[in-house]
């Protein structure tokens, strides 16, 4: 498998909410706007959350108070509560909805039970687990080997493989995140981004608007 194939998360946000409550009983459906709260950085939390529909951008503040995304996922993806014995778990980012979201809360003591019960669910869970550590080490590579450049084209590519979705200006997909959220994402400033955006769309590889960029030409970014 790929460490940037979603299958393994998606196999989650595929079961129906009638599997999910015959093991999960206390599950509860969050429906939530754009950027509401789900938990802050340093909250005590005792719940896991699935991604169903929708995006949850996670956040997190430095010493100075500054704030920076570290991540951005996708339906199927979990977050919330660590699959520990630790009760209750403090979090370490802050989860915000990204557009309407919807969310499966579930008690960490239910989803840990469906885990030791159910191979399959075990089996995907692990192998999500396993995409998120190679994306973590592709990303240290990134960071420690490449200049900015290839670390936004590579994040760019990573981004149209998991996030992208149907353009609503005629392009071949949206991948909707702000400069910002990119910039956070790259490890460069938003400035730097943006220049190498105008590059890019220059050479009509992609268009960008407030809080989507446009992918005009997928394979020219390849």
Not at 12 to 41: F, M, N, Y
Not at 51 to 60: A, E, F, T, W
Not at 185 to 211: C, E, F, I, M, Q
Request: aromatic content about 4%; some cysteine; glycine content about 6%.
């Amino acid at each position: 498998m790929s460490p940037h194939d979603p299958s393994a998360s998606h196999f989650c946000a595929q079961l129906s909410e009638g599997d999910w409550r015959r093991h999960c009983p206390s599950l509860t459906v969050v429906r939530l706007s754009d950027k509401r709260v789900i938990h802050h950085q340093g909250d005590a939390c005792d719940d896991v959350f699935v991604v169903m529909k929708g995006r949850v951008k996670l956040l997190r503040l430095n010493r100075n108070g500054d704030q920076f995304v570290i991540a951005v996922l996708t339906e199927g993806q979990w977050f919330g509560a660590a699959l520990s014995d630790r009760s209750p778990v403090i979090v370490t980012d802050t989860a915000e909805a990204k557009g309407r979201t919807v969310l499966y809360k579930v008690p960490l003591k239910e989803m840990r039970e469906l885990l030791t019960r159910d191979g399959d669910v075990a089996w995907h869970a692990l192998e999500a687990q396993t995409i998120e550590i190679h994306a973590l080490r592709r990303k240290l590579e990134l960071m420690r080997f490449h200049d900015v450049r290839s670390r936004l084209t590579e994040t760019l590519r990573d981004l149209a493989r998991t996030h992208g979705g149907h353009c609503r200006h005629g392009f071949e997909l949206d991948i909707k995140l702000t400069q910002q959220e990119l910039a956070d994402l790259v490890g460069a400033s938003r400035p730097v981004v943006s220049t190498l955006l105008n590059d890019l769309k220059s050479r009509g590889v992609l268009d960008y608007h407030r809080t989507l960029i446009c992918i005009q030409n997928l394979a020219a970014l390849e």
